[in-house]
């Protein structure tokens, strides 16, 4: 089992769940809360599919210390003892305070910057197919997936990404709501899956 603060041996590719700065239903910006859901199906899909780290990106406080207070549960409490595989899990969870401190937390693992590709549910920016994901993966390229809660990744996020992977689109018209738990588990499917 890996310990905390090591990573699957070979990753490249990482995973940041942000919750500030995100739109709202308005397209306003905002900042949301933290759940545990996400916390925990969330590293269960990075751990399955041999992602390296799992940023979850609040600025506000009393979120920082719910996620603490999960994680002390998860890894060092009884939960710890009672489902070591979720251990194992949630201990891939790295808090960050804002994108600079997440982008140089991702640049210290690397010893460089990695290429940052944004997820979004509509049609925006300069799309990178999955394709070429996968092959900067395989090449060793560091990788950094920003997924947004919410109704998504604000603008000044989306303007930092150096592409956007494109939207996942259902079987089902107009409606494309997953929650961001599903679209990590596809995508990560899509980058890192083998069947």
């Known amino acids: ?23 709202n239903k308005a397209g306003e910006t905002i900042g949301s809360a933290v759940t545990n859901l996400d916390l925990h199906d969330i590293a269960r899909a990075c751990r399955t599919f041999g ?34 595989d979720r251990k194992e899990a949630l201990s891939l969870i790295r808090l960050c305070s804002d994108l600079p401190a997440l982008y140089q937390a991702v640049r210290e693992v690397h010893g460089r910057r990695p290429t940052i590709l944004a997820t979004s549910a509509g049609h925006q920016g300069e799309y990178w197919s999955y394709d070429r994901a996968t092959a900067s993966l395989a090449a060793r390229e560091p990788l950094l ?23 996942i689109q259902g079987g089902n018209g107009s409606y494309n709501h997953l929650s961001v738990r599903s679209a990590v588990s596809i995508i990560l499917d899509r980058l890192l899956g083998r069947g």
């Open 1 to 23: 089992m890996k310990g905390r603060g090591e990573r699957p041996a070979g990753s490249a590719l990482d995973v940041a769940l942000v919750h500030c700065p995100v739109c």
């Open 51 to 84: 992602v390296g780290t799992f940023y979850v990106l609040t600025p506000f406080a009393d979120q920082q210390e719910l996620v603490r207070e999960i994680l002390a549960h998860w890894l060092h409490g009884h939960g710890a003892i009672a489902n070591p």
């Open 145 to 167: 997936l920003l997924f947004g809660t919410a109704w998504g990744l604000a603008p000044e996020v989306m303007a930092e990404a150096d592409g956007v992977l494109p939207p």
